[in-house]
């Protein structure tokens, strides 16, 4: 899932023994992603510190920085990603479902309004 997003993972001036203090690189990418993706692995139990950065407005680069209490920052950067899968999942569903409920619910409105005329 991270090559298909364009994530690398930064170890400059970072202890490489330690996983569990990583930041990740997400290119082509911004806010949107960037708070997103902040707000969701910040509601693991396991998580210590999660924020991002944008280096510059005119580069389309988000720095995620993950510090975790014990567990792998890969692990908690996939589960992040994960999870914020499946509520978009969920959100999408839930308006398509919504969305299907409307356009049955006016169909049926304009049939009851057809035969409202007929028998007029």
Same mark, same amino acid.
């Given at each position: ?7 690398? %993972? ?11 203090? !990583?930041?990740?690189?997400? @290119?082509?990418?911004? @806010?949107?992603? +960037? ?9 693991? /139990?396991?998580? %210590? ?5 944008? /280096? @510059? /407005? ?8 993950? %510090?975790?209490? +014990? ?15 499946? *509520?978009?999942?969920?959100? !999408?569903?839930?308006? =398509? ?7 049955? @619910? %006016? ?5 009851? =309004? =057809?035969?409202?005329? *007929?028998?007029?």
């Amino acid at each position: 899932m991270m090559n298909r997003l364009g994530v690398s %993972q930064s170890s400059a001036n970072e202890d490489a023994a330690d996983s569990t203090c !990583l930041t990740f690189v997400l @290119h082509g990418e911004d @806010h949107t992603l +960037g708070n997103a993706l902040r707000y969701v692995i910040m509601k693991n /139990p396991e998580v %210590q510190f999660c924020g991002y950065s944008i /280096p @510059h /407005p005119t580069e389309n680069k988000v720095n995620l920085r993950i %510090q975790t209490k +014990g567990s792998p920052a890969t692990d908690v950067f996939n589960k992040g990603l994960t999870d914020l899968n499946n *509520v978009c999942q969920h959100v !999408l569903s839930t308006f =398509e479902r919504s969305v299907r409920r409307y356009k049955e @619910h %006016q169909l049926t409105t304009v049939d009851q =309004e =057809e035969d409202m005329d *007929v028998s007029l």
